[in-house]
């Protein structure tokens, strides 16, 4: 059983940088994608993020605009999420989810949440304007 561990959330002003990481355990072998994914209160669950760790690339919503980087460090079974310029509009509870087992045809395909098999419990943003 795979266990996904999210760190790194807090409270910071507008403007400010943040990285998160998520650590992966119980799993000998590697994730194929790893993505972020965040839940505002009275919203919709909304994709951030993923990494192929086969080094197939990253894919990022839209709306991120640049401001965000997601890496992995493959050694350390972490994916990290550094999140540049944040806004008010940033505030949510951002989770790691990751799939294993098999790729993904094309990366576009990690924002949907059913192509992920293990979840993060979560960690909260908030950003104070």
């Known amino acids: 059983q795979v266990q996904l561990a999210e760190s790194g959330g807090g409270l910071v002003q507008a403007g400010d940088s943040l990285g998160l990481s998520c650590a992966a355990s119980?799993?000998?072998?590697?994730?194929?994608?790893v993505g972020w994914f965040r839940h505002a209160p009275g919203k919709e669950r909304e994709f951030v993020a993923s990494i192929n760790l086969r080094g197939a690339g990253e894919f990022y919503v839209d709306s991120i605009q640049d401001r965000f980087v997601i890496s992995s460090d493959n050694a350390k079974n972490t994916v990290s999420l550094l999140m540049r310029r944040l806004k008010p509009d940033d505030t949510a509870s951002y989770y790691c989810?990751?799939?294993?087992?098999?790729?993904?045809?094309?990366?576009?395909?990690?924002?949907?949440?059913?192509?992920?098999?293990?979840w993060g419990q979560g960690t909260q943003v908030t950003v104070a304007s």
């Open positions: 989810a990751a799939r294993y087992y098999t790729d993904l045809q094309d990366l576009r395909l990690a924002l949907r949440g059913d192509n992920y098999n293990y």
């Open positions: 119980g799993d000998t072998s590697s994730p194929y994608i």
